[in-house]
């Protein structure tokens, strides 16, 4: 497994894949992905 260490949260034009480095994200961020809701948010945060 790699993780994406780029940009945050990159959206590309091409397709709607969002991109989101789980080491920096923050719960805004990981609420944008699917099946991701505050609750979960939270836990993954800590």
Excluded: Q
């Amino acid at each position: 497994m790699t993780l994406n260490t780029n940009a945050t949260i990159e959206k590309s034009k091409e397709s709607s894949h969002i991109l989101v480095n789980i080491n920096a994200a923050r719960k805004g961020e990981l609420v944008k992905l699917p099946s991701i809701v505050p609750m979960t948010a939270e836990r993954i945060i800590g």
